[in-house]
Structure formats: structure tokens, C-alpha cells
């Protein structure tokens, strides 16, 4: 056999090796070396501390609900500061019991995604540059405690089907996770930390078991697998309005005749973003995703992220967002749908327990593509120091294994100010 033909037939196999090493995020960003791991869907494994299984997988195949795309001749009256823009809005009405009344069914399309375990890279998620973060409950202080017969941590002892008890005893550490991780997202380096004021305001059950069944003032829904942000850049500053008045609204966990956040405050925001200019003071949204079940981790319908830091490179991303405005009793809420995109990058975290919490922000009044829609500014590339993701898109998916044990879980919703 000829040497040049043994050459290139060694060279076409390096090729193909190299290629099993290499992942490309999105064509322009530098190319992450991560090792070649075979897809075999999500498996039972073992109730161990995620950190120390090695054997997850590093992709895992499913399908999400994105909503489908405007048709042609309607897409140019998608206006992301107006929600009267009615071609691109979807209505629906939501009950006392937070099960939705009118189906989403034919407005979504499913469609087959890759989600990559967050476990078999080394690559850090953080809140400000992907929109989400995993975290363990131990780096809160007072959060976990120490048996002292058995040398074991031991998370607080909270019925999480009590809503008075989630209030109570779990709200508060859900907001000094928030703020302890938000402190030092500033822009300046050599600026002191910047602590927001965090207040929880509501939370939801998530059990696969059931359809919204009532625990107290909170409900047991089945998981969202629906791509969604939580908020748009109309009903985030609506709903800081609203936490600025008596909490009495149906679907409000928590009562109160006082209000959660200064109403100077939030008529100073609201003042800076009718005027086209920075919105000032800061504030966000974000989600405390977790785990209640003592004895499983989460092996079915897990919660996947959109890595913001990728989706909102494009310049498309607005053409890519529907508004969903949903109809309760006493106010009206709007979330983000998207289209399918194949440049989203989908990521979960096998096998999560209760010691861990996901951080998803849904709303930051500071984030890049917010800066955007309130001062019309040309749009910031991601590549920019000054770089922050505004909400991150996310759903539950579709485990591939059958008899898996179903998902028991709880999101707090948390609203974060800087004055």
C-alpha cells in the first residue's frame, strides 16, 4: 500500500478523534474542549451527593414545547414595549387554583433538543453570564445544620406542603441565597459589594403525581414543560408595582396589607423607564428551584436551561419571543414563549437533591437585552465587560426512562432590589 495513502487514512482517523473532543457553541465563541461521552438517556443511578457520581451522562435527548412561530405577515407588529401588539400575544385564563383554564396546546409545537449535563463539563454557570447557577443550600449560613450523633448535615425540617412553614422557615433562606450570589454582580471591580434588599413573595409545588391539588395557599401543579421566562419587559416592572401595594391578590401565597418593597422606590423605576433612560434603581427576579424529596433525586421531568449568555448573542432574539398574557382573577401576568431556535444550548443538572437549589433569573432591569428594550441603545455584544443576562428561558423535560419516581418540587420567586 502506498505511504501517502497510509498517511491520510491516519490522518482522517485523528480527524475523527479530535472531533469527539471538541464542542462549538455557537460558530463565533471559542471552542470548548470537553471529553467524549456517550448519549444514554438518563438513568436511575444512585441517591448519593451529585458530586461525587461520575457516571452521568453528557447528553441526554428529549423534546420541549416552544410556541410556534408568527406568521410572516404578522411578525413586523411584534413590539416588546406595547403589549398591544395583539398578533403577538396569546391569552389564557389561570384559575384561583393556578391551573390554567384555556389550553396552550395549539399555539405549541414540540420539538427534539440535546440537553447537556452541566456535571460533565468544567465550565462554571453563573447568574449574571448564563441566567442560571446551581448551588449547594450549605454555602447559606444557618441553612444546614450538624447532627451531632451521626457527624451528618441535616437541612431544616420544613413541610413544604405547609405553605405557613415555607413562609416561615424556608422564604428567609431563599433570600439571603439570593443575596449573598448577587452581591458582588457589579460592573466596577474595584467597587465595594452591593448587597440587594431580597424579599420571596410566592411559591409553587411541583408534583408530578397530581394536578393542581391545594396545600394551604399554595398549589400542587404538574411540571411546566413549556419553554417560558417567567416575566417580559412590561409585567416585570407591573409586577414590581403590584409587590409595592397590599399583597391581597387571589393568587398571592403571601397575604399582607403592607407592601413587600418601597412604593417610592418602584415610581422612581418606573419614572427612569417611561423616560427612555437606565433604569435606576436595579431590580430582578429570580427563582429558587428545588428539590423537596427526601428520598430520590430528581430522576424525572428535570428543569432545563436556555444558556442566556448564548441565546441572547444573536441579534434575532426579540424575533424569537412571543408574549403569553395570562388572565388571573384580579390581575393580569405575561410570560416569554419562543419559538424553536436551534442555537439554544440546553442545559440541566443530573441527578439534583434537596441540598441543591438552581438559581434562574427571570427578569434583571440591568441585563443587556433590558438595557436594550428601555433605552433603544444599539444592542450590547455579550463579548462586552459590561455583559448581563436579562431572563433565561427554561422548561421541564421528558425523562426517557419508564418507572421513574416522579418529581417533587418547589420554586420560590424572589424580587431583588439595589437602592
Known amino acids: 500500500m502506498p505511504r501517502y495513502s497510509l498517511v491520510w487514512r491516519f490522518l482522517g482517523a485523528l480527524g475523527v478523534l479530535v472531533a469527539h473532543f471538541f464542542v ?12 467524549s461521552v456517550p448519549s444514554k438517556g438518563l438513568h436511575l443511578g444512585t441517591n448519593e451527593s451529585p458530586n461525587n457520581v461520575h457516571d452521568t451522562d453528557f447528553w441526554t435527548e428529549s423534546t420541549v414545547n416552544y410556541v410556534r412561530p408568527l406568521n410572516a405577515e404578522d411578525s413586523h407588529q411584534v413590539d416588546h414595549q406595547d403589549d398591544s401588539s ?3 400575544i396569546i391569552h389564557i385564563r389561570r384559575g384561583s387554583s393556578g391551573a390554567d383554564d384555556d389550553p396552550l396546546d395549539p399555539y405549541l409545537v414540540t420539538t427534539p433538543v440535546s440537553i447537556l449535563n452541566g456535571r460533565a463539563i468544567h465550565e462554571e454557570f453563573s447568574l449574571r453570564r448564563n441566567g442560571f447557577e446551581l448551588c449547594s443550600l450549605s454555602s447559606v449560613p444557618g441553612t444546614i445544620t450538624q447532627n451531632q450523633e451521626s457527624d451528618e448535615d441535616e437541612l431544616p425540617d420544613i413541610d413544604f406542603h405547609n405553605s405557613s412553614q415555607v413562609i416561615d422557615k424556608y422564604y428567609p433562606l431563599c433570600e439571603e441565597l439570593v443575596a449573598t450570589k448577587l452581591q458582588d454582580d457589579t460592573d466596577d ?5 452591593r448587597r440587594p434588599k431580597v424579599r420571596a413573595f410566592d411559591h409553587n409545588i411541583r408534583d408530578a403525581r397530581v394536578y393542581a391539588e391545594s396545600f394551604g395557599a399554595a398549589t400542587a401543579l404538574t411540571p411546566a414543560t413549556v419553554v417560558h421566562g417567567d416575566y417580559t419587559f412590561v409585567s416585570s416592572l407591573r409586577r414590581l408595582e403590584d409587590l409595592s401595594k397590599a399583597m391581597n391578590k387571589t393568587n398571592d401565597v403571601l397575604q399582607s396589607q403592607t407592601s413587600l418593597v418601597d412604593p417610592n422606590t418602584v415610581a422612581k423605576i418606573a419614572r427612569s ?4 433612560t437606565w433604569c435606576h434603581p436595579r431590580f430582578a427576579f429570580v427563582n429558587v428551584w428545588r428539590s423537596i424529596d427526601p428520598n430520590y433525586p430528581v430522576l424525572s421531568h428535570p428543569i432545563a436551561c436556555v444558556d442566556t449568555h448564548l441565546m441572547e448573542s444573536q441579534t434575532q432574539v426579540l424575533d424569537d419571543l412571543r408574549t403569553l398574557q395570562i388572565h388571573y382573577v384580579d390581575r393580569v401576568g405575561e410570560n416569554y414563549l419562543s419559538v424553536p431556535n436551534k442555537k439554544h444550548r440546553w442545559v440541566y443538572f443530573a441527578n439534583m437533591t434537596m441540598g441543591e437549589v438552581i438559581l434562574i ?3 434583571d432591569s440591568e441585563g443587556t437585552l433590558a438595557r436594550h428594550l428601555a433605552t433603544g441603545n444599539v444592542y450590547e455584544s455579550r463579548r ?9 428561558l427554561h422548561s421541564a423535560f421528558a425523562a ?14 424572589c424580587v431583588c432590589i439595589w437602592d
Open 189 to 193: 471591580d474595584n467597587s465595594t459589594p
Open 361 to 363: 433569573k427571570q427578569w
Open 273 to 276: 423607564l417611561s423616560s427612555s
Open 24 to 35: 462549538l457553541s455557537d460558530g463565533h465563541d471559542e471552542v470548548r474542549v470537553i471529553p
Open 86 to 88: 395583539k398578533s403577538s
Open 400 to 413: 426517557p426512562n419508564e418507572g421513574l419516581p416522579p418529581r417533587r418540587s418547589i420554586e420560590v420567586r
Open 384 to 392: 462586552t465587560a459590561n455583559y448581563r443576562s436579562t431572563f433565561c
